[in-house]
């Protein structure tokens, strides 16, 4: 059956459209864009009018805990979470159990989303056999089995010489290397940002140099190999900076931030809040300050999740024993449109750019376009109505989320992924 959305604001960064467009989609892929379409017979509809509809979203980096904690989440919950969310394509860590570190558990993963995911789903291989820092894993491996790109992340690789050669393999075959950049002996047994909220709240800190020495480190070994690197989920207003001096270099990197890097402050943790312990940990009004600046200045090239799901059990203890991470799936479009679009930090089209195009190209994806013959993933969200965030209604296995009950806005309406309308009017199919 074809699938005709009418009358609907269509944004898409790469061919620069903006404007009220329909789309016409047909056996999976866009056939036309134009206006005034036709509904013909054997045709569905979507009446898009008073909404936005871009590129389905894209995330470079999420946590979907399949194989091995199933219990958080597995392909199944954490893609329906994602569609909800409007994303249509995500990439997964491999900090499963057993390790994303071979063709086997690459195969599992693409096998299974197959048979169960809601969206498309990419896995990321890792860096180091099992993530010990100690022995790379077999790169060409994993880029063969469909590994979309390769990282320790939850883990950094703490010795120079192997990120050296991690960068130097990985250019061997194109593959992205996604650093998680973290110094443990600064971390020691650090549990939220170091400075005044955890003195006062009598807790160890982590000092925002421990992120910010390591990219430095990264940058330089990716000026030094000559080789693309892309910083996850940067927090300090320092790393900004660098990246930004690195750029004008000419250093071959990207680099991402998430949600709550630009929503939340420290401040968050108070009341020993575990729902606002994440790694890294939320920075300070100045930092976030500056992640808004670099988003708005393309120093920071993508907006993903980090979705990490965890079980009630793993937050609901003492701060210092909780597990670091939060559900982020169905709440990041909302935090954009609510803290960078309505504020005019961004444009829909700088959305577009930094959650859907760069994204697609950092991975090596061919998605995050509206143009005839691609792919049809889409989403359709309206950007001015409100919505009370309500955990409990999530379809993530886990409800670990920092904004329960916050009121955000922008609300996503239809998720279509390879031509199939996977949510229709907030409800998943």
């Known amino acids: 059956m074809k699938l005709l959305i009418k009358n609907g604001h269509v944004v898409d960064a790469r ?58 989440e597995d392909i199944e919950s954490g893609s329906a979470s994602a569609a909800m969310g409007g994303f249509t394509s995500i990439a997964c860590m491999p900090n499963t159990n057993p390790c994303i570190d071979n063709q086997e558990v690459v195969k599992y993963i693409i096998n299974k989303a197959k048979q169960e995911a809601y969206v498309n789903v990419y896995p990321i291989g890792a860096i180091t056999k099992g993530q010990k820092g100690e022995e790379l894993a077999e790169i060409g491996e994993l880029k063969f089995a469909g590994a979309v790109a390769i990282s320790d992340d939850g883990k950094p690789v703490k010795s120079s010489s192997l990120m050296k050669k991690a960068l130097q393999y990985a250019s061997m075959f194109d593959i992205t290397v996604i650093s998680h ?35 430095a480190r990264d ?7 000559n080789t693309p690197i892309h910083i996850a989920h940067v927090s300090t207003e320092t790393s900004v900076e660098l990246i930004r001096f690195a750029k004008k270099r000419g250093v071959k990197v990207t680099a991402e931030t998430c949600p709550h890097y630009f929503s939340l ?25 500056a992640i808004i600046e670099g988003l708005k200045d393309s120093t920071i090239d993508v907006i993903a999740t980090d979705h990490a ?24 479009l909302s935090l954009v449109v609510t803290n960078l679009v309505n504020p005019g930090i961004l444009t829909i ?25 691609r792919t049809a993933d889409i989403t359709i969200f309206d950007v001015n109505e409100e919505r009370i965030i309500d955990v ?38």
């Open 309 to 332: 799901p965890h079980h009630e059990d793993e937050k609901n203890v003492e701060f210092n024993m909780a597990a670091s991470g939060m559900v982020g799936f169905e709440t990041a």
């Open 265 to 289: 402050t420290e401040e968050a943790c108070e009341g020993f809040n575990t729902m606002a312990k994440v790694n890294p940990p939320l920075r300070t009004k100045k930092d976030v300050e």
């Open 181 to 215: 950049c973290e110094d443990l002996d600064l971390v020691e047994d650090g549990v939220m940002n170091e400075g005044y909220q955890s003195t006062v709240m009598g807790l160890r800190g982590i000092p925002s140099v421990a992120e910010s020495i390591m990219v």
């Open 219 to 225: 940058l330089l070994l990716a000026e030094y190999t």
């Open 349 to 373: 089209e700088q959305v577009v750019e930094k959650m859907c195009l760069n994204p697609s190209r950092i991975l090596g994806l061919n998605k995050g376009v509206l143009e005839v013959g």
């Open 15 to 72: 061919t620069k459209r903006d404007g009220i467009f329909d789309i016409l989609i047909d056996e999976g892929k866009i056939v036309e864009i134009g206006k005034d379409l036709e509904v013909g017979s054997n045709c569905d509809y979507i009446d898009a009018a008073g909404k936005y509809v871009i590129p389905g979203l894209v995330d470079a980096h999420c946590h979907l805990r399949d194989p091995g904690y199933e219990y958080k």
């Open 392 to 429: 409990n209604k999530f379809k993530s296995k886990s409800k670990n989320s920092p904004f329960d009950k916050f009121k955000l806005k922008g609300v996503v309406y239809h998720t279509i992924v390879n031509g199939k309308v996977v949510v229709r009017e907030k409800v998943l199919l």
